[in-house]
């Protein structure tokens, strides 16, 4: 499967922002998706997962309450992050991924087996 992440961009802290991550093929809801960031110079990160069903999900706590995950595998083949409240040290370069495994560890990069190339999200103060 292939992936386009998108919907980056710069917002001020407190608003919202939504990216969107596109998978070709027809075998989207085969895989359980995530969502990891990366700062400049700190190590990548996982955000969010969501079950390849939709009906489980997991986030890191430093965005739970503030970060929904959701996906749509009936039309768009799309998995969603809505971001509210934002942070500035919620800026980095986001990344979605695929992993067509059992629904274990998705905290861990390891786990996945396929990676969108990115879309940068500032946050200014």
């Known amino acids: 499967v292939q992936l386009q992440a998108s919907g980056g961009g710069l917002v001020q802290a407190g608003g919202s922002l939504r990216l969107s991550c596109a998978a070709s093929?027809?075998?989207?809801?085969?895989?359980?998706m995530g969502w990891f960031r990366q700062a400049t110079g700190k190590e990548r990160e996982f955000v969010a997962a969501?079950?390849?069903?939709?009906?489980?999900?997991?986030y890191a706590g430093s965005v739970k309450g503030r970060f929904t995950i959701s996906r749509d595998n009936a039309k768009a083949n799309t998995v969603y992050l809505q971001m509210n409240s934002l942070k500035p040290e919620d800026t980095a370069v986001y990344y979605c991924?695929?992993?067509?495994?059992?629904?274990?560890?998705?905290?861990?990069?390891?786990?996945?087996?396929?990676w969108g190339q990115g879309t940068l999200v500032t946050v200014s103060s």
């Open positions: 991924a695929a992993d067509a495994d059992r629904w274990t560890a998705l905290e861990r990069e390891a786990e996945y087996d396929y």
């Open positions: 969501i079950r390849r069903s939709g009906g489980s999900t997991i």
């Open positions: 093929g027809r075998t989207f809801s085969s895989y359980h």
